[in-house]
C-alpha cells in the first residue's frame, strides 16, 4: 500500500510538473541593436612657461621650457599650434612691461631652429590621438643683448590650439 501511494504522488507531481511545462513551452524572440557612436575629440592644456631672472647683460640667450599635452580619441589627426601673443608676429613674439617690449620667441624643437606658429608658413606640432595623453615640449628663447631693457615684470599671453 505505501509503495503505490508513493507511486501515486509520483506521478501526480510528474504530470503537474509535465502539464506545466507543456502550457509555458511556446516562446517568441524579438532582437534590438545596442548602439553607440565615438567621435573625435580632443582636449589641450598648456603650462605656463617662466624664464625666471633674465640678464640683459648676459652673453648667451636665455632659455626655459614648458610642455602642452593634448589627448585625443584613438585613431583623431590633430595640429598643435601657438598664437602670436601681445607682438601679432611669429618672427619676434614680445612680452610687454608697461609699453616696453622685450624679444622672445618659441619653438618646436630643442636646437630653436623653427619658430612655433599657427602652420600657414610657420611650424605646428602633428600627431594621431591613441586616447592617452600626449605630450609636446615648447621650447623657449629670449635673445641675448637686449641691454636697454628696464626692470619689471614681462609677460605675453599665448594661446595654444588644437585643430582635429
Excluded at 110 to 128: K, Q
Excluded at 141 to 164: E, K, M, W
Aim: glycine share 8%; net charge negative; aromatic share 12%.
Amino acid at each position: 500500500m505505501q509503495f503505490s501511494r508513493t507511486l501515486f504522488v509520483l506521478v501526480v507531481v510528474a504530470l503537474t510538473f509535465g502539464l506545466c511545462a507543456v502550457a509555458f513551452a511556446e516562446t517568441d524572440t524579438d532582437d534590438f541593436t545596442v548602439s553607440a557612436t565615438v567621435t573625435d575629440a580632443c582636449t589641450v592644456t598648456a603650462e605656463d612657461l617662466s624664464f625666471g631672472d633674465y640678464d640683459p647683460f648676459a652673453v648667451s640667450a636665455h632659455d626655459a621650457t614648458t610642455s602642452i599635452t593634448v589627448r585625443c580619441t584613438f585613431g583623431t589627426g590633430w595640429e598643435l599650434s601657438l598664437s602670436e601673443g601681445v607682438s601679432a608676429s611669429y618672427a619676434e613674439r614680445t612680452m610687454m612691461f608697461e609699453t616696453n617690449p622685450m624679444a622672445y620667441n618659441l619653438f618646436i624643437d630643442a636646437e630653436r631652429l623653427s619658430v612655433w606658429g599657427d602652420g600657414e608658413g610657420n611650424a605646428t606640432v602633428s600627431d594621431t590621438g591613441d586616447g592617452d595623453f600626449q605630450v609636446s615640449t615648447v621650447y623657449g628663447r629670449i635673445p641675448a643683448g637686449q641691454t636697454s631693457l628696464p626692470a619689471g615684470a614681462y609677460q605675453d599671453t599665448i594661446t595654444a590650439t588644437v585643430t582635429y
